[in-house]
């Protein structure tokens, strides 16, 4: 995946502002930054959900921003998982597995089954075949969303805050299954404020704040040892809520004097070890 100088502006808000960046095969590329920095908006770009208003999306040399290109083609390529698991209330587990197989990819039932089966298997809910979302807990739901998207066997798959929405007890399984995929090979990239996520899964971390990408680099230097500091007060917010917002509270002069002091650089190290 390659973005060129993607920018999106929705009306005279600009919120994406001249992004770079490539996602090689089997890569797995984690975006943090504040809420509002244009992340779900990048994602979304990428597999053309919006239009960009400048800039290139090729995906394995396919320009997906090309307006010849069948999009529909294209977008069956990329998985997304989302926040709020998007599935159909309506149908069981199984049959919000094989529906898209069926009516996109024109599988026969028997296939699509087949296939959804085994991407319940992987993502640990088999028992629930014929469970209705609502009768599942937010990690099962989530699980399941996965496994809908692994059905339609993408090249990519694309992660906006899967475990926002889930109980603190749950988040462990749907990062867990994270985990094996990115193990297993598939091109990833996630939107996640899991820091522990992030460092040990990642290969590559990006952080966003206002529409650009500040810095990216391996998570050993982005969430070990950021070079900027709005990378460094990010992290601090969402490492410790409660001390950044006694930071929040202080002066600017102080906030200056705790970087100089070298509380960041102490922070970083903590993160490191
Ligand atoms: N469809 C839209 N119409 C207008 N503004 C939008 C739309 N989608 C997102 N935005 C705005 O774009 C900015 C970035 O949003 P978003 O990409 O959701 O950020 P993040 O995911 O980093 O929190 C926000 O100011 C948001 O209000
Ligand atoms: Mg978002």
């Given at each position: 995946?390659?973005?060129?100088g993607?920018?999106?502006?929705f009306?005279?808000?600009?919120?994406?502002?001249?992004?770079?960046?490539?996602?090689?095969?089997?890569?797995?590329?984690?975006?943090?930054?504040?809420s509002?920095?244009?992340?779900?908006?990048l994602l979304?770009?990428?597999?053309?959900?919006?239009?960009p208003?400048?800039?290139?999306?090729?995906?394995?040399?396919?320009?997906l921003?090309?307006?010849?290109?069948?999009?529909?083609?294209?977008?069956r390529?990329?998985?997304?998982?989302?926040?709020?698991?998007?599935?159909?209330?309506?149908?069981s587990?199984?049959?919000?597995?094989t529906?898209?197989?069926?009516?996109?990819?024109g599988r026969?039932?028997?296939e699509?089954?087949?296939?959804?089966r085994?991407?319940?298997?992987?993502?640990?809910v088999?028992?629930?075949?014929?469970?209705?979302p609502a009768?599942?807990?937010?990690?099962?739901?989530?699980r399941?969303?996965?496994?809908?998207?692994l059905s339609?066997?993408?090249?990519?798959?694309?992660?906006d805050?899967?475990?926002?929405?889930?109980?603190?007890?749950?988040?462990?399984?749907?990062?867990?299954?994270?985990?094996r995929?990115?193990?297993?090979?598939?091109?990833?990239?996630?939107?996640t404020?899991?820091?522990?996520?992030?460092?040990?899964?990642?290969?590559r971390?990006?952080?966003?704040?206002?529409?650009v990408?500040?810095?990216?680099?391996?998570?050993?230097?982005?969430?070990?040892?950021?070079?900027?500091?709005r990378?460094?007060?990010?992290?601090?917010?969402?490492?410790?809520?409660?001390?950044?917002?006694?930071?929040?509270?202080?002066?600017?002069a102080?906030?200056?004097a705790e970087?100089?002091?070298?509380a960041?650089?102490?922070?970083?190290?903590?993160?490191?070890?």
């Amino acid at each position: 995946m390659r973005v060129e100088g993607l920018h999106k502006s929705f009306g005279e808000l600009e919120v994406l502002k001249g992004i770079d960046f490539t996602v090689r095969p089997g890569e797995v590329v984690c975006v943090i930054g504040p809420s509002g920095s244009g992340k779900s908006t990048l994602l979304r770009c990428v597999n053309l959900l919006e239009e960009p208003t400048a800039g290139t999306v090729a995906l394995s040399g396919t320009e997906l921003t090309d307006p010849d290109v069948d999009i529909d083609r294209v977008r069956r390529r990329i998985g997304m998982v989302f926040q709020s698991f998007n599935l159909f209330p309506h149908l069981s587990v199984l049959d919000n597995l094989t529906i898209a197989q069926r009516r996109v990819l024109g599988r026969t039932k028997d296939e699509a089954r087949r296939i959804g089966r085994a991407n319940l298997r992987r993502v640990g809910v088999s028992e629930k075949e014929s469970a209705y979302p609502a009768q599942l807990s937010g990690g099962q739901q989530q699980r399941v969303a996965i496994a809908r998207a692994l059905s339609m066997e993408p090249e990519l798959m694309l992660f906006d805050e899967p475990t926002s929405a889930l109980d603190p007890e749950l988040v462990g399984d749907v990062l867990a299954v994270m985990r094996r995929l990115a193990d297993e090979g598939m091109t990833m990239m996630v939107v996640t404020h899991e820091m522990s996520f992030a460092r040990e899964v990642a290969d590559r971390v990006v952080f966003m704040d206002g529409g650009v990408i500040v810095e990216e680099g391996p998570p050993t230097r982005v969430i070990g040892d950021p070079q900027h500091q709005r990378t460094r007060t990010f992290l601090s917010r969402v490492l410790d809520p409660a001390a950044a917002s006694v930071t929040e509270a202080g002066t600017e002069a102080e906030a200056e004097a705790e970087a100089e002091t070298g509380a960041a650089a102490t922070e970083g190290d903590a993160l490191r070890g």
